[in-house]
Each structure stands twice: as structure tokens, then as C-alpha cells.
């Protein structure tokens, strides 16, 4: 019985917010001097445009797009032409950075820069090794992050990363400083072609976060004060990474 009252409260509750929007609407209409609209528009285009799908870059194009966009933003972004070169700057940048701990990723990509060696004194992290660890708290006092993107944009400057129980979020969203390391090969012209990827996936595969890096953290919505690092790193390091 009591159900049954209760949702015949719902119900009642339903109707007369419905009557409340009708009454807004049909007050728009009135004073804009035109009838309301009751039926959807006509949406004969769906997606990007034909001339957008066909528009594409050279490899060596999509590179200074993406490093031109990327430092437009805040970002540092470099061309190096080995991993080792990668492995040697993620270094020197968590020294000069005074990092007490680094978290990596468990990529072999990743473990294949030889942190561990490279960054004697420093603590170099393997995100979910251990996983009775508290990562999350592992991540926000290291002093770099270092991930590997699944995908990059060159005319939005967008680093893709998927998450994954080797990939925890807060590898890239913690710690106040992040390198990436960017396989040139995983570099596209537009966004849509790294979408269409992804929902190529199947939803049953969808992974459980999807982040799209674009420089440093930027907020501007408290009285309009640009501030950077508020959401996540104030210093974004992609490393285009050639072969």
C-alpha cells in the first residue's frame, strides 16, 4: 500500500512539472510572437563534413602540428629519435624537477627505458605492481608521472589514454608533473579518426576511463583567474618518439 501511494506522489510530482514547462514554453512563445515548436527540426547531416573526413597530413606534418598546438597550450613538446633519447630527458627532467619518486606505468613499452637504472637515489614506481599498495596516495607524492599515449592528435594537440588496471588514471592526473611518451605511429591528423577507433572497440570493450591531454591543467572558473596544475599536472612533457 504504501509503495503504491508512493508512486502515485512520483506520478503526481511528474505531471505537475510537466505543466510547469509547458506554461514556461508556452510563455516563450507568446512573447517571441510565434508558435511554439512541437515537432523535432530536420537533421539531414550527420558527423563531420566530406571535406574534413578527407583532410589529412603528411607524418612529418602531423609531428609539427601537434608540437606547434601542444606549446600553444602551455605544453613542452619535443621530437626525439629513440626511446633511449626519451628515457635520458624523462631523467634529467625528474632531477631537475627535484622528484623524490617517479610512477610509471606497467607497460613494457615503458619498462624498456630502464628508469630504474637511469634514476639512481630516485624511487622509481611500477603503477599496481604491488596492488595491496595504496596507488592513488603513491601517485599524488610522486613527483613525475611517465605514461605511454594510446593515441595523439595533431590539430587538437590531444594526448588519448586509455585506463586499465596497468594504467591507473592517477598516474596522469596526480602527480604536478607528466612526461609522455608518444609513438609517432600513434600520431592521427583528427580527432574523429582516434573516435572512430574507439567506438570501434564495442561498448563490451570500452575501457573504464577515456582522458584526453591537452597541455597542462588550465581552470579559469573562478573569477575568471587562469591558474594551472588545479586538475592535474602543471607541467605536460610529450615526447614524439620517431620508429
Do not use: C
Not at 58 to 72: C, D, K, S, V
Not at 187 to 196: H, S
Amino acid at each position: 500500500m504504501a509503495d503504491e501511494k508512493h508512486r502515485q506522489w512520483l506520478a503526481e510530482l511528474d505531471a505537475e512539472s510537466r505543466r510547469k514547462q509547458q506554461a514556461v514554453l508556452d510563455g516563450l512563445a507568446a512573447k517571441l510572437g510565434r508558435p511554439r515548436v512541437t515537432e523535432r527540426p530536420p537533421h539531414p547531416f550527420r558527423g563531420a563534413p566530406d571535406f574534413w573526413n578527407a583532410y589529412e597530413l603528411t607524418p612529418e606534418e602531423r609531428i609539427e602540428r601537434f608540437i606547434a598546438n601542444f606549446q600553444a597550450v602551455g605544453g613542452h613538446a619535443f621530437r626525439l629519435a629513440s626511446l633511449e633519447e626519451a628515457a635520458r630527458f624523462i631523467a634529467d627532467k625528474a632531477r631537475e624537477l627535484g622528484a623524490s619518486a617517479v610512477i610509471r606505468q606497467d607497460e613494457p613499452l615503458l619498462a624498456g627505458l630502464g628508469l630504474e637504472s637511469l634514476l639512481t637515489g630516485i624511487d622509481v614506481q611500477v603503477w599496481n605492481d604491488r596492488p595491496e599498495d595504496n596507488w592513488t596516495a603513491r601517485a599524488a607524492n610522486a613527483g613525475l608521472g611517465v605514461i605511454v599515449a594510446d593515441y595523439a592528435v595533431a590539430h587538437t594537440a590531444s594526448i588519448v589514454t586509455l585506463s586499465a588496471p596497468n594504467k591507473g588514471r592517477s598516474v596522469s592526473l596526480l602527480p604536478p608533473a607528466l612526461a609522455v611518451i608518444v609513438p609517432a605511429s600513434r600520431l592521427y591528423t583528427r580527432l574523429g579518426e582516434v573516435l572512430a577507433r574507439i567506438d570501434g572497440m564495442g561498448r563490451e570493450r570500452l575501457p573504464a576511463g577515456i582522458h584526453f591531454i591537452s597541455g597542462p591543467s588550465r581552470s579559469a572558473d573562478i573569477e575568471n583567474d587562469l591558474t594551472i596544475g588545479v586538475h592535474g599536472p602543471g607541467i605536460v612533457y610529450a615526447l614524439i618518439v620517431d620508429g
